[in-house]
C-alpha cells in the first residue's frame, strides 16, 4: 500500500523559512518512473502545484515560486523536504505531497498525502 | 505560463443528472491533462490521466475528452458521492491547475 505523510510546524512567523517532511512508504524514491510532487491550498480556494522530483534528482519549480523554493529527497529515509523561505500570511495553506508516476509521457499524482495546515502569522 | 480556466465555477445538479465540466488551456498541451475529484477537508483524488484514460478502480460514469486547449470531464449519471469540486491539471509545461468547479445539490 502506498502512503504519503506530510510533517512540519503548524505555525510559523512572517519571514521565516517553512521546512516540511514528506515521508513515503509502498514505493522506492530510487524507482525510476516515482517521484514526489509538493501541492498546497489556501483555505476555500484551488490547488497550486509547487515542485516535485524524481529518483534522478530532476526537479522542476513553480515559476512564480523559484526563488524562494528548494526541494530535495533522502532516498535511504524515504523523505522528500520542501523548504520555501519568506513565509508571509499568503502562503497560509494546506501542504499536500503526492506520488508523481511518470511514465510514456503520462503524469500521475496519486496517491495524495493527508495534507498538513500551516498558518503564517505573528 | 499555461494557464487553465474551467466552467462553470459552480453547477447544481440533481441525482441522475448528465454533468458537463469544461477545461480549457492558455496553449495548447495536448493531451497532457488530469481530472481530480475533491471532497471538503480531503486530499484530491485523480480520477482521469491523458485527458481521456480512466485512472484503476475509478467508476465508469466518469469520462474525458478533448485535446489541445479544450477539454471536458462527464459524469454519465450523477450520484449521491459525486458531489465534490473538480479540477483539471496540465502537465505538458510543468503543472498547473484549474481553479476548480464544486458540483453542488440542486
Same mark, same amino acid.
Given at each position: 500500500q502506498v502512503t504519503l505523510k506530510e510533517s512540519g510546524p503548524v505555525l510559523v512567523k512572517p519571514t521565516e523559512t517553512l521546512t516540511l517532511t514528506c515521508t513515503v512508504s509502498g514505493f522506492s524514491l530510487s524507482n525510476a518512473r516515482m517521484g514526489v510532487s509538493w501541492i498546497r491550498q489556501p483555505p476555500g480556494k484551488a490547488l497550486e502545484w509547487l515542485a516535485h522530483i524524481f529518483s534522478n534528482d530532476e526537479k522542476s519549480y513553480s515559476? $512564480? !515560486?523559484?526563488s524562494r523554493l528548494t526541494i530535495s529527497k533522502d532516498t535511504s529515509k524515504s523523505q522528500v523536504v520542501l523548504t520555501m523561505t519568506n513565509m508571509d500570511p499568503v502562503d497560509t495553506a494546506t501542504y499536500y505531497c503526492a506520488r508523481s508516476y511518470r511514465t510514456l509521457g503520462i503524469l500521475k499524482f496519486d496517491p495524495w498525502g493527508q495534507g498538513t495546515l500551516v498558518t503564517v502569522s505573528s | 505560463?499555461? #494557464?487553465?480556466?474551467? $466552467?462553470?465555477? *459552480? &453547477? @447544481?445538479? +440533481?441525482?441522475g443528472d448528465r454533468v458537463t465540466i469544461t477545461c480549457r488551456a492558455s496553449q495548447s498541451i495536448s493531451s497532457w491533462l488530469a481530472w481530480y475529484q475533491q471532497k471538503p477537508g480531503k486530499a484530491p483524488k485523480l480520477?482521469? %490521466?491523458?485527458? @481521456? $484514460? !480512466?485512472? @484503476? =478502480?475509478?467508476? @465508469?460514469?466518469? +469520462? =474525458? +475528452?478533448?485535446?489541445? *486547449?479544450?477539454? *471536458? &470531464?462527464t459524469i454519465s449519471s450523477l450520484q449521491p458521492d459525486d458531489f465534490a469540486? %473538480?479540477?483539471? #491539471? #496540465? %502537465?505538458? $509545461?510543468? +503543472?498547473?491547475? =484549474?481553479?476548480?468547479t464544486k458540483v453542488d445539490i440542486k
Amino acid at each position: 500500500q502506498v502512503t504519503l505523510k506530510e510533517s512540519g510546524p503548524v505555525l510559523v512567523k512572517p519571514t521565516e523559512t517553512l521546512t516540511l517532511t514528506c515521508t513515503v512508504s509502498g514505493f522506492s524514491l530510487s524507482n525510476a518512473r516515482m517521484g514526489v510532487s509538493w501541492i498546497r491550498q489556501p483555505p476555500g480556494k484551488a490547488l497550486e502545484w509547487l515542485a516535485h522530483i524524481f529518483s534522478n534528482d530532476e526537479k522542476s519549480y513553480s515559476t $512564480s !515560486l523559484k526563488s524562494r523554493l528548494t526541494i530535495s529527497k533522502d532516498t535511504s529515509k524515504s523523505q522528500v523536504v520542501l523548504t520555501m523561505t519568506n513565509m508571509d500570511p499568503v502562503d497560509t495553506a494546506t501542504y499536500y505531497c503526492a506520488r508523481s508516476y511518470r511514465t510514456l509521457g503520462i503524469l500521475k499524482f496519486d496517491p495524495w498525502g493527508q495534507g498538513t495546515l500551516v498558518t503564517v502569522s505573528s | 505560463d499555461i #494557464q487553465m480556466t474551467q $466552467s462553470p465555477s *459552480t &453547477l @447544481s445538479a +440533481s441525482v441522475g443528472d448528465r454533468v458537463t465540466i469544461t477545461c480549457r488551456a492558455s496553449q495548447s498541451i495536448s493531451s497532457w491533462l488530469a481530472w481530480y475529484q475533491q471532497k471538503p477537508g480531503k486530499a484530491p483524488k485523480l480520477l482521469i %490521466y491523458k485527458a @481521456s $484514460s !480512466l485512472e @484503476s =478502480g475509478v467508476p @465508469s460514469r466518469f +469520462s =474525458g +475528452s478533448g485535446s489541445g *486547449t479544450e477539454f *471536458t &470531464l462527464t459524469i454519465s449519471s450523477l450520484q449521491p458521492d459525486d458531489f465534490a469540486t %473538480y479540477y483539471c #491539471q #496540465q %502537465y505538458n $509545461s510543468y +503543472s498547473t491547475f =484549474g481553479p476548480g468547479t464544486k458540483v453542488d445539490i440542486k
